[in-house]
């Protein structure tokens, strides 16, 4: 199993920033990836932003020039660091982790609020 260890969320204003961040332990294959999905009230869940072991990253286009995000793979740790932030950027967002070995293998956090608003 996978455990996933979100931090970071609350309220913050529009234009602001935020950073997120979630440590993956337990049974990993050592070529995952680590991202943040959300979901806002109403909505289906969405990717926000994934990155691989060797560091290729995937952004929605809502977010891209917006968002950063990295990982540290010593501690199996990803960031996500949020800038002008707007109020469709609302919403509770989910640390990923995933990989495929003979079929897909998929994690969630918890979830951490997000709310941007003034």
């Known amino acids: 199993q996978v455990q996933l260890t979100e931090s970071g969320g609350g309220l913050v204003q529009p234009g602001g920033s935020m950073r997120l961040s979630c440590t993956a332990s337990?049974?990993?294959?050592?070529?995952?990836?680590l991202g943040w999905y959300r979901q806002a009230p109403g909505k289906q869940r969405e990717m926000v932003a994934v990155?691989?072991?060797?560091?290729?990253?995937n952004y929605a286009d809502a977010v891209k020039g917006r968002f950063s995000i990295a990982r540290v793979n010593a501690n199996n740790t990803v960031y996500l660091q949020m800038n002008s932030l707007t109020p469709d950027d609302t919403a509770v967002y989910f640390c990923?982790?995933?990989?495929?070995?003979?079929?897909?293998?998929?994690?969630w956090g918890q979830g951490t609020q997000v709310t941007v608003s003034s």
């Open positions: 337990g049974s990993l294959f050592s070529i995952n990836n």
């Open positions: 990923y982790c995933g990989w495929h070995l003979n079929r897909m293998h998929n994690f």
């Open positions: 990155i691989s072991t060797n560091g290729i990253t």
